[in-house]
């Protein structure tokens, strides 16, 4: 069967970034500071210093960060022995040790301590009260400490509107309450937790009232291109950090396009790919973003190899069951409002919501019987997938073959908000 003709396609890319990239190289020459707080005002020698970084479901440049913030500490007079590397896990699997080479280098992945944070062992978390209800839960490394620090990338997040500042402290190294009341339902449904909202969303709210409850001090955080290379760095207080660096993600991050689509097809990085549960934001993203430029019932194409099937995690395996024994979305939704939800089991709750309008369809997925269990369609080439993305959406519209479909092309679906032009 041939591939479909009579497509228009569109493709939304992301803002040509301005000037050279920071080299990571000389991080230290391109990091803007902002707000008030400077590392000296609180490194000291014998200061017991945790730096919180984030995992391998994460594209962010630790390596460079990590190394920066290192190397600041020495000449501040701090010892290694008093530094903890904290990974925030949230309630994903630990790091493999040769996903810690990638992710830090071989000097800091050898030489330095590192710990992941474990959502699931209480003892080695601390209760910190609660804020409009939410509990704060977090590592008691963050606590136990005279310094804690966060890296991070601010890029679009389903919930918290742009990621980075206090996330990587407060959900990515968050005891399992914490997850599960800020990914709930009455968070999730919320109006204000949108993707790219920070004003009026109480998600982000909770986030930077909790990274001030814990003491988070400093953050370290970054802009990326498409191809990772760092665009804009800043470091200081994490709301002025988060705020500055929101302001810059906007202007690459958010799209204009020109009309709707019938059909589209939303990119996956190879961080994400791995798991169906890191995979399948790409679709979310797309689909339920404000003034999304879909039709409602547009098939989305996703091409993921998900070598680890839904994912390894706590979280993924949740999300996983939840989905896989639902008999339809529609039903899983109805039940997870009615019933709640463990932490983890969230992204089965969005998914559910895209699925309902949307069929999703997988390309060259290693687990196509995971792809299936979650109500999703397999296919094994790209070309495979237009042609079912086609048909249904000529289906789905009431179009002929010889009607033109819109094709919207997302090549990097997690950094792209495309807006309707005009709305």
């Known amino acids: 069967m041939p591939i479909p003709s009579r497509i228009r396609e569109t493709v939304a890319s992301l803002a040509a970034p301005p000037g050279r990239p920071v080299d990571p190289a000389d991080l ?3 990091i803007q500071r902002v707000g008030a707080t400077r590392l000296q005002d609180y490194a000291r020698p014998g200061a017991r210093v945790t730096i919180a970084f984030t995992d391998a479901t994460r594209a962010c440049p630790d390596a460079a960060l990590i190394g ?21 896990t949230g309630l994903h699997r630990p790091m493999t040790d040769a996903e810690r080479l990638i992710k830090l280098g071989a000097r800091i992945a050898t030489q330095t301590r590192i710990v992941d944070h474990n959502a699931l062992d209480a003892r080695g978390l601390v209760h910190l009260g609660e804020i409009n ?22 890029e679009p997040h389903q919930y918290a509107g742009y990621s980075g500042g206090a ?22 449904d919320h109006p204000g937790v949108r993707l790219g909202r920070i004003e009026d969303n109480p998600f982000q709210k909770f986030v930077r009232a909790a990274g001030q409850r814990i003491g988070l001090r400093l953050a370290l955080n970054v802009v990326l291109s498409e191809t990772g290379s760092i665009l804009f760095a800043a470091m200081g207080d994490p709301i002025s950090v ?17 009309k709707l689509a019938h059909l589209a097809l939303a990119g996956v990085e190879p961080v994400k790919a791995v798991n169906l549960y890191q995979a399948s934001r790409a679709a979310t993203y797309l689909a339920l973003a404000d003034n999304t430029p879909l039709l409602p019932g547009a098939p989305i194409i996703l091409p993921a190899p998900i070598p680890e099937g839904a994912g390894e995690g706590a979280g993924e395996k949740r999300f996983f069951d939840m989905l896989s024994r639902a008999p339809s979305p529609a039903q899983l939704i109805e039940q997870m409002q009615r019933d709640g939800f463990p932490a983890g089991a969230q992204r089965a709750y969005i998914l559910a919501q895209v699925l309902l309008q949307h069929p999703i369809i997988v390309v060259g ?13 397999n296919a094994p080439t790209l070309d495979d997938a237009l042609r079912i993305g086609a048909d249904l959406a000529r289906r789905r519209f009431h179009l002929s073959d010889d009607d033109w479909l819109d094709y919207l092309v997302v090549p990097h679906a997690l950094l792209t908000l495309p807006r309707l032009a005009g709305q």
């Open 28 to 30: 230290a020459s391109g």
């Open 68 to 88: 920066f913030l290192l190397d600041e500490l020495a000449a501040l007079g701090a010892r290694s022995e008093d530094i903890t590397l904290l990974c925030a």
């Open 133 to 154: 209800t939410l509990p704060v839960v977090t590592d008691r490394l963050c606590v136990d400490t005279d310094v804690l620090i966060a890296t991070g990338v601010v």
């Open 242 to 258: 988060h705020d500055h660096l929101v302001a810059q993600a906007r202007t690459l991050y958010e799209v204009s396009v020109p």
């Open 167 to 188: 996330k990587t402290v407060v959900i990515g190294c968050g005891g399992e309450a914490t997850i599960q009341a800020t990914h709930g339902p009455a968070m999730l």
């Open 365 to 377: 997925a290693d687990r196509p019987d995971v792809v299936s269990a979650c109500h999703m369609l």
